[in-house]
């Protein structure tokens, strides 16, 4: 019996198993920090009492506060007090969420129901996530065409999956418009079966929006060269409202056999941290529909196995409440109304902030040096990503001035 415990001590003592622990993670790069979510550290960090938030992209009030929606509220609790079990709903997630969002999304006459597949996600980053896998089984060797500039996690996600990433032109600095001629012509060059990554409405970073004739335009392209559209709606009702943000979106759907929509509630239910979206695929037939719904589910399964459940909870029973329908969509119409007013108080101050009011939604990029862009955070207290992009939700009537007079005294 002794001998027998000496024996494990010996092994357990033994240099090899002592050096095991620290040889795999010594391997590991360190990262570097994801600069929106530093800026969001730094900026809770900061005691001054006149900061401006114009960093991460969640909505504000005139407080500049975040606010839990009423409709949301009224269903938490609708939900705390009728739900009776927490048991698993299986990787596709709430399929009654995932349903209720498919108008919204597509209108109510769509006719390619039999050809959707989809799944509930972790937020759009989820949806993001599982579209590029979804890609890369299909096809490892596709490369993913991002407009520049884009969301700045767009990249990051591209590359934790392992598919190559390239950028075409978007967003002409010199004149803050879309650059529609050279991106045109980018289009037109691209290797048929890869993929081309827009943003369906208020466009992250820039605010510049496609029109529905360039929609219409871009479908053609796609179409004719057979390339496949992945769609990155996460701010519908944001920009000209719900219905006209996916107008867009559904002219391209008309034309095409195949498409990826990556769907987020955070902002236009306010979800945020409860981490609620869903990803759509258009497939061209009901055949090849259902093989991508079981490749979905196996990925998920593989991935997150299965979604958290409160937020899209909270969606589904707003969208199925005759009253809180109604409330959601009038206080997100509320909240537009809020980001257009700060956008046109801006344009309307200065000739410097003009161009914003042609553009969507909550963001815009301000020509500004990274030089300016740092004094502004330690002079004056204003915090904006490190591209000089700003949230107009994080401003409110009593910052707005200040803001103003601030950016103007760096130029
Ligand atoms: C943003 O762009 O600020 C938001 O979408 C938050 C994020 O996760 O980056």
New binding site residues.
């Given amino acids: 019996m002794t001998d027998h415990i000496e024996k494990i001590l010996e092994k357990f003592s033994s240099p090899l198993s002592s050096e095991k622990g620290s040889a795999v993670f010594e391997q590991l790069k360190r990262q570097p920090a994801?600069s929106?979510?530093a800026l969001i550290a730094l900026c809770r960090a900061d005691k001054r009492e006149n900061k401006i938030d114009v960093?991460?992209?969640?909505f504000c009030d005139d407080q500049g506060h975040t606010p839990v929606m009423k409709a949301v509220k009224a269903a938490e609790v609708h939900l705390i007090n009728t739900q009776n079990s927490k048991s698993y709903l299986g990787s596709v997630g709430d399929v009654v969420f995932f349903q209720q969002l498919m108008p919204i999304i597509f209108g109510t006459e769509y006719t390619y129901q039999n050809r959707l597949s989809g799944l509930q996600t972790p937020g759009?980053?989820g949806a993001l996530r599982l579209a590029f896998d979804l890609i890369k089984a299909a096809n490892p060797h596709t490369k993913i065409h991002y407009g520049k500039p884009t969301?700045?996690?767009h990249g990051q996600l591209i590359a934790a999956v392992g598919l190559e990433a390239v950028s075409y032109p978007y967003y002409k600095a010199e004149t803050r418009e879309i650059d529609f001629s050279a991106m045109m012509d980018a289009l037109k060059q691209i290797k048929r079966g890869d993929a081309v990554l827009l943003h369906g409405c208020c466009h992250?970073?820039t605010g510049c929006d496609l029109t529905l004739d360039q929609w219409q335009e871009i479908g053609a392209v796609i179409a004719k060269r057979g390339l496949l559209p992945i769609i990155d709606l996460?701010y519908q009702g944001l920009g000209d409202g719900l219905d006209e943000d996916a107008r867009g979106l559904r002219l391209l759907l008309d034309q095409l056999d195949e498409a990826i929509i990556t769907y987020s509630c955070?902002?236009n239910f306010g979800l945020?941290r409860e981490r609620t979206g869903a990803i759509y695929v258009l497939s061209e037939n009901k055949t090849v529909a259902e093989k991508v719904q079981s490749n979905l589910t196996s990925l998920a399964r593989a991935t997150w196995s299965m979604p958290p459940d409160h937020g899209a909870a909270i969606v589904r029973i707003i969208l199925e409440s005759d009253i809180l329908r109604p409330s959601w969509s009038t206080e997100l119409q509320e909240m537009q109304h809020r980001i257009k007013t700060m956008r046109d108080q801006l344009a309307q101050a200065d000739a410097y902030f003009r161009p914003l009011s042609q553009q969507k939604g909550m963001?815009s990029i301000l020509p500004l040096s990274s030089e300016q862009i740092t004094r502004l955070r330690v002079e004056k207290a204003i915090y904006m990503?490190p591209s000089g992009?700003i949230?107009i939700a994080g401003l409110t009537s009593k910052t707005l001035h200040p803001f103003i007079e601030a950016v103007k005294s760096v130029l």
């Fill in positions: 994801d929106l979510l960093g991460v992209g969640v759009g980053t969301w700045a996690n992250n970073p996460a955070d902002k945020y963001f990503a992009r949230n």
